[in-house]
């Protein structure tokens, strides 16, 4: 076999003359009577070859005297076909055709004096061809190893490679963090999401889980003296099938000793500011910080995107004051600070710029869909035309019960003629949530959404701090931990959270946690908070989640006496690696940035896992499956 001496990205005119070995897939042939052109292609490039019988004799003549031998080579030539693997041996000169500008070997072409074919290829179901219409992604997933040829597929793989490496650089290389690998047969963790588990053999009747993360397994590690922990590991969550998810997926996991909020979250701005700089060359402003609490009301949601200028207003006490009956039986319980729990109601208006022309009624008539899916009644709409005598006037929706109160309500949400007003009046939870969705559908549907420059971006990053500690589940009416249940109060909630009772509502909903997240663009790229080194204070978060103290030593009995033995103040957070790389590569299909996803119901198509298990190996390990086939 011939090795090569280059790859198919390298060579320039500098190397003309010099003879070459390349190897590579054939990408393009093109037969030009007794000429023949290909395009070989690595992971690097393409460079052209050239097998012509005239040029190739008088060059290999020279190396094997053998007039002949050239004859073989263009029959195997002729009958190369796209993706075929080959080898060959060959003098660079100019290309004859002229240059290719698009190329950076485009200068020049390989003159082929010797040809191996490595291994030929059936007819494969796609050419791995950016430039031709793709198969579905279900084909391309099936063909993995074909898909990934495609260069635009090796980019994000050298995207993400790079990526590993700077974080390597900032964090184990710079900042002295420790690589530490932690388990993936584990227990259950209780960060929320329902686990894979793995029947144990040897203990029958166990299950290790996999792990959400490796929360516990870091915090220990600070305990340990650690003193500051990275790893770049894989997670595990069987969540319901959702575009943007994979059942296992990467975190960039991190943890420091010694610290408080301030610290971490400025060893982390460091490393969004290096990470950007040297993926994109983007140089990242000091990120601006938002309490959750103004998220929620300005934005109605607590990962806001701020490309763009669209603010939410609670208008509950102007809105009151209208004869509208929507709104007036939505506060007739009175209003209220704002409260999650509340069954009190309150009035959220959007102004939207500009939207009297483009928001025609079909598209508002969708919102108040959009408005049902999240619980809301609808949207009640009202636009701000211009009078004959040029001053602005209500139009269509509930015009009629603003009329009256017209000068105040301009006032009060800022209103311009050729605006559209957007109201969402319900209890605060649903009104707030469904407001925070129709605000982006609105930005799609205005075009605000700022298209991606050359280097990607707009990027707007933005710190959100200050979540509350725990939240009511929907479903069970039972309290639990917003981030997790190792996150700490922030220090000046110390008080009122170790006297904080369960039954205390009220109390509970306002307790501040010393979290933060990181959101680019609207989408949590990082979380982490401060953690609990205190004993007593994990008992009682404990304790207020409803577990009893058997419960709570059956779980995490090694938490709690790790926790006894001098446990240092930390803190960590976690990047989604998956994330960061969808936004570095300007994608919103998960997919593209991992070499080997899974569908959306988690299974690989090249390997088709998941699969079933022969009764011999059910037996081995203690299960019995309750799976009653159905008949087709
Ligand atoms: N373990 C958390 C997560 O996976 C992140 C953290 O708190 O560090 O979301």
Redesign the pocket.
């Known amino acids: 076999m011939l090795i090569r001496t280059h790859t198919c990205g390298e060579l320039r005119d500098t190397h003309v003359g010099q003879t070459v070995n390349l190897s590579g897939w054939v990408n393009a042939y093109r037969d030009h009577g007794n000429l023949i052109f290909i395009d070989l292609r690595d992971r690097y490039g393409l460079t052209q070859l050239v097998f012509d019988p005239e040029d190739a004799n008088e060059a290999g003549a020279a190396n094997t005297g053998d007039k002949h031998a050239h004859t073989g080579m263009m029959g195997d030539a002729d009958k190369l076909r796209n993706e075929d693997c080959i080898a060959v041996r060959g003098v660079v000169r100019i290309r004859r055709g002229g240059e290719n500008p698009k190329l950076p070997t485009g200068k020049v072409e390989i003159v082929v004096q010797q040809l191996d074919v490595l291994s030929k290829t059936d007819n494969p179901p796609f050419l791995p061809d950016d430039n031709s219409t793709l198969p579905n992604e279900e084909i391309r997933l099936k063909h993995r190893y074909l898909d990934l040829r495609r260069p635009s597929m090796q980019k994000v793989l050298g995207t993400r490679s790079k990526a590993m490496q700077v974080i390597r650089n900032y964090f184990a290389g710079e900042n002295r963090f420790l690589e530490v690998e932690t388990p993936i047969l584990y227990k259950s963790t209780p ?1 929320g999401a329902r686990e894979f588990l793995v029947p144990c053999r040897n203990m029958p009747g166990t299950f290790y889980a996999l792990p ?2 490796p ?1 516990l397994f870091k915090q220990i590690l600070m305990m340990s003296g650690c003193d500051r922990y990275m790893q770049i590991c894989r ?1 595990f969550r069987d969540e319901d099938p959702r575009a943007d998810r994979q059942p296992e997926f990467s ?1 960039v ?1 991190l943890e420091m000793s010694f610290v408080r909020r301030d610290q971490i979250t400025e060893m982390m701005e460091g490393f969004v500011r290096r990470f950007w700089k040297e993926m994109c060359g983007y140089e990242v402003p000091t990120i601006q910080r938002m309490s959750y609490r103004d998220a929620m009301e300005d934005y109605g949601i607590d990962r806001p995107d701020t490309r763009y200028d669209l603010k939410i207003k609670d208008i509950s006490t102007f809105a009151a004051r209208t004869e509208f009956g929507v709104f007036k039986s939505v506060l007739e319980k009175g209003q209220d600070r704002p409260r999650f729990n509340s069954k009190r109601g309150v009035v959220k208006a959007m102004r939207v710029p500009g939207g009297a022309d483009k928001l025609t009624r079909k598209i508002t008539d969708g919102y108040s869909s959009l408005a049902q899916r999240f619980g809301a009644g609808g949207v009640a709409v009202v636009k701000v035309i211009k009078a004959e005598d040029g001053s602005p006037k209500l139009d269509t929706g509930i015009a009629k019960f603003l009329e009256p109160l017209k000068a105040d309500f301009i006032r009060e949400v800022g209103a311009q003629i050729g605006d559209t007003v957007l109201f969402v009046a319900d209890t605060y939870a649903i009104a707030t949530k469904a407001i925070g969705e129709l605000r982006q559908q609105v930005a799609r549907d205005m075009g605000m959404i700022p298209k991606p420059g050359a280097e990607g971006g707009p990027w707007n990053f933005l710190w959100v701090l200050d979540f509350p500690m725990f939240e009511k589940n929907k479903e069970t009416g039972k309290w639990i931990a917003m ?2 249940p190792f996150t700490a109060p922030r220090d000046d909630q110390r008080d009122l959270f170790v006297n904080a009772d369960v039954n205390d509502d009220d109390t509970l909903e306002s307790i501040v946690s010393a979290g933060y997240d990181i959101v680019l663009n609207g989408s949590e790229i990082a ?3 401060v953690r609990i080194h205190d004993r007593a204070v994990q008992a009682k978060v404990f304790q207020l989640l409803g577990l009893s103290p058997e419960q709570a030593k059956e779980k995490f009995s090694f938490l709690l006496e790790a926790l006894s033995y001098g446990a240092p103040p930390h803190a ?3 990047f989604g690696l998956d994330r960061l790389i969808m936004h570095i590569c300007g994608t919103d299909n998960i997919r593209d940035v991992i070499a080997f996803p899974k569908t959306q119901i988690g299974a690989d198509l090249m390997t088709r896992a998941p699969s079933k298990a022969t009764d011999a190996q059910l037996k081995d390990l203690h299960v019995a499956s309750t799976w009653v086939e159905k008949p087709s």
Do not use: F, K, V, Y
């Open positions: 960060e959400q993360s929360q997670c975190q996991d981030h997790h979380g982490g908070s960590g957070i976690a």
